[in-house]
């Protein structure tokens, strides 16, 4: 049996935040920004020394940005490690990692979406951490300030005060399958799930609450990265399905979900508040909760954050 994932300690003001950038390059105006909001709440932010570096599509060299990401993990004076922001280059990291050095370091809280789920999935393998599935640091919920305050507060009040956000709700969801379940939460992108399949990393949904969300995939891709993973068999014994937005991803890709995932006989909720849309709760991975499609709600049995 898998042990349950350690939870790191909430943050409390004067705590040390450190800011990496494990994918594509950053903005310097929207990290300004975002370090701001950080810093307002009493964090200590520290950037990594290539959080403002560019090597082609990426945010410095992959040598770089994994040397980032292990000082600030591996520090045990930070308390939570950040992701600038997504785009492409997190996948390139994971063989440039120390799994020991990590599961050794102390266990601290890690945010990032969309590109860093390939960082969640090794997190939860490698060092056995619940981690956050939220909005990044230049992200447009931190960055831009362009989606209102509403998800930056929640992702930091996760953070701070995590006994607070336990029951995730959004009243605007869709019940595909009707239904509950409990299970622990795992997933993240569909694209980058797909992009892990026959890695070590890759893991299983058995089990599991299932999130799903992803950005800019036409109907014909998101049939096939679902139906991947059909055949995979990661999909197998899965206890229940939650899917974000799917921020231009074309009018039917409920349908699609539905078509490919409700013959599994498990709850499917669309439509929940997570992704690259405009709303953006944080996702606590690695803890048990329950689905409740009715109340449009996911429950956790225990904070986040310890």
């Known amino acids: 049996m898998t042990p349950p994932a350690r939870r790191p300690s909430r943050l409390r003001p004067g705590d040390r935040v450190a800011v990496v950038a494990p994918s594509g390059p950053v903005p310097p105006d929207r990290l300004a920004r975002g370090c701001a909001q950080l810093r307002a709440r009493g964090l200590a932010v520290t950037l990594g020394a290539h959080v403002l570096a560019r090597h082609g599509r990426t945010a410095g060299t992959d040598d770089e940005r994994a040397a980032d990401l292990t000082a600030a993990w591996c520090d045990d004076g930070v308390a939570a490690v950040l992701c600038a922001r997504g785009g492409y280059g997190a996948l390139r990291l994971l063989d440039r990692l120390d799994a020991a050095a990590f599961a050794e370091a102390r266990p601290k809280a890690f945010v990032g979406s969309s590109d860093a789920t390939v960082l969640h999935r090794w997190l939860a393998r490698h060092a056995g951490v619940v981690t956050l599935y939220g909005p990044m640091v230049a992200g447009r919920a931190l960055g831009s300030g362009e989606l209102g305050p509403a998800w930056a507060d929640h992702l930091l009040r996760t953070l701070t005060a995590p006994a607070e956000v336990v029951e995730l709700g959004a009243p605007a969801a869709v019940e595909l399958v ?5 299970g622990v939460v795992t997933g993240g992108n569909l694209n980058l799930l797909a992009a892990l399949q026959g890695s070590p990393e890759a893991g299983t949904g ?23 993973l059909l055949r995979a068999g990661w999909f197998d014994g899965v206890a229940g399905v939650v899917a974000g937005t799917w921020a231009n991803c074309g009018p039917d890709a409920d349908e699609i979900l539905l078509e490919r995932l409700g013959p599994l006989g498990v709850p499917v909720l669309a439509g929940f508040d997570v992704g690259h849309g ?22 956790y049995a225990v904070p986040a954050l310890a």
């Open 178 to 182: 009707p239904g509950s379940a409990t």
């Open 206 to 228: 058995r089990g599991s609450i299932v999130l799903l969300e992803d950005v800019n995939k036409e109907s014909h891709r998101l049939d096939r990265l679902l139906t991947q």
């Open 278 to 299: 405009p709303r953006q709760l944080t996702i606590p991975l690695g803890v048990p909760a329950t689905l409740d499609t009715a109340r449009r709600s996911l429950r």
